[in-house]
């Protein structure tokens, strides 16, 4: 019954690998996001996707792409991993369209990315 | 630049007493303000979302305010519990869709 769920939870990998992070949310939403979150706290949002279009690309590294092979889904590819890279990472999803009500996100549960 | 201060960074407050927390603002055009609550492990959950034509909203114990004018808010957590330890995140989103991020504060509640 899990909204928004991703995996996997926690991902342990050494410099220099490729790994991917899986996001599915199960709510009918039309967009999904990509949040980093820092030892700080601080959530900076990365991605989103509308209708399976990128609306939002902040400024991160082209080795960080998403990719989304339908409507529920958004995934999160990470080439060449850094030190930098470690953090938690949260998918969250929304509608756009309606009322205030509607665009609020829901968030799954994080994954925990440790570089080493 | 946009930009949401949250205010304290984090609190201890003991079993059944009240706080407030603060998140000014600095994004404009304006369209809402939302409080999450982001338990330790876990990813925010939505508390209250306002837009400025709304002063306060309710949502059980807390109670968020607004004055778009001073680009303030707080959200008041009364009779607090054990389970109202966590991070607090104000998110304000512009006319054009971007979300701004506060830093969070982060309470304890302590028996």
Same mark, same amino acid.
């Given at each position: 019954? +899990?909204?928004?769920?991703?995996?996997?939870?926690?991902?342990? +990998?050494?410099?220099?690998?490729?790994?991917?992070?899986?996001?599915?949310?199960?709510?009918?939403?039309?967009?999904?996001?990509?949040?980093?979150?820092? @030892?700080?706290?601080?959530?900076?949002?990365?991605? @989103?996707?509308?209708?399976?279009?990128?609306?939002?690309?902040? +400024?991160?590294?082209?080795?960080?792409?998403?990719?989304?092979?339908?409507?529920?889904?958004?995934?999160?590819?990470?080439? @060449?991993?850094?030190?930098?890279?470690?953090?938690?990472?949260?998918?969250?999803?929304?509608? +756009?369209?309606?009322?205030?009500?509607?665009?609020?996100?829901?968030?799954?549960?994080?994954?925990?990315?440790?570089?080493? | #630049?946009?930009?949401?201060?949250?205010?304290?960074?984090?609190?201890?407050?003991?079993?059944?007493?009240?706080?407030?927390?603060?998140?000014?603002?600095?994004?404009?055009?304006?369209?809402?303000?939302?409080?999450? #609550?982001?338990?330790?492990?876990?990813?925010?959950?939505?508390?209250?979302?306002?837009?400025?034509?709304?002063?306060? #909203?309710?949502?059980?114990?807390?109670? $968020?305010?607004?004055?778009?004018?001073?680009?303030?808010?707080?959200?008041?957590?009364?009779?607090?519990?054990?389970?109202?330890?966590?991070?607090?995140?104000?998110?304000?989103?512009?006319?054009?869709? #971007?979300?701004?991020?506060? $830093?969070?504060?982060?309470?304890?509640?302590? $028996?």
């Amino acid at each position: 019954d +899990t909204a928004v769920s991703q995996t996997p939870k926690y991902l342990v +990998t050494q410099m220099g690998n490729d790994k991917s992070i899986k996001c599915e949310q199960n709510l009918g939403h039309d967009t999904m996001y990509w949040y980093k979150q820092d @030892s700080k706290k601080f959530l900076k949002i990365m991605f @989103s996707y509308n209708n399976k279009e990128l609306i939002i690309n902040e +400024t991160v590294p082209n080795r960080f792409s998403p990719k989304s092979p339908d409507k529920a889904h958004l995934n999160l590819h990470i080439n @060449s991993l850094e030190l930098g890279d470690s953090a938690v990472y949260f998918c969250a999803s929304s509608r +756009t369209d309606g009322g205030l009500a509607k665009n609020i996100q829901y968030f799954g549960a994080g994954t925990r990315l440790s570089v080493l | #630049k946009n930009q949401v201060e949250q205010s304290p960074q984090s609190l201890i407050i003991l079993e059944g007493k009240n706080c407030t927390l603060q998140c000014n603002y600095t994004v404009s055009p304006f369209s809402n303000l939302r409080w999450y #609550k982001q338990d330790t492990g876990r990813g925010p959950v939505s508390l209250t979302i306002m837009t400025f034509s709304e002063n306060t #909203k309710s949502n059980g114990r807390y109670t $968020a305010t607004l004055d778009a004018d001073t680009k303030q808010s707080s959200l008041h957590i009364t009779a607090s519990q054990l389970s109202d330890s966590a991070s607090y995140i104000c998110v304000v989103r512009s006319n054009d869709y #971007k979300l701004s991020f506060g $830093a969070g504060t982060t309470v304890t509640v302590r $028996a």
